[in-house]
């Protein structure tokens, strides 16, 4: 699996569709929901990522590190809120504690805000 324009896009889709089924994951107990928000995390982990990354191979840059690379993005035009990202970024590193439930919760009231960034990421990725 490359790192691709095409590639982000399906991880973004698949994201918003563990997302959805989040939130109709009402009607269900305790343990499918759990289940569910651990998948948004994990998807929301590697979609972060890849955010970057496509990034900096779209803008032909050497930059291998997240937060220097929001910076760029940011600079590009790609992203209009950096600090948002830069929050995105610190919240991904979380998700090694997701174990801890109230980390797992505030980091799935972040996915929250990503989905629309990302999607507004890859349609700026799209020009380029």
Known sequence: MGISKEELK???DSLLQSFQLMGESHLQDSAVQKALRDA????FEY???LAWKTSMKALGSQTQAAKPAI???ARNNLIVNPEIWLSFIDSRNETS???DEDIAKKVFLNIQKFIPEVQMLINNLQRI
């Open 97 to 99: 504690h997701a174990y």
């Open 71 to 73: 910076r760029e993005m």
């Open 47 to 49: 979609c972060v990522e």
């Open 10 to 12: 399906k991880a973004s």
């Open 40 to 43: 948004c995390l994990q998807r």
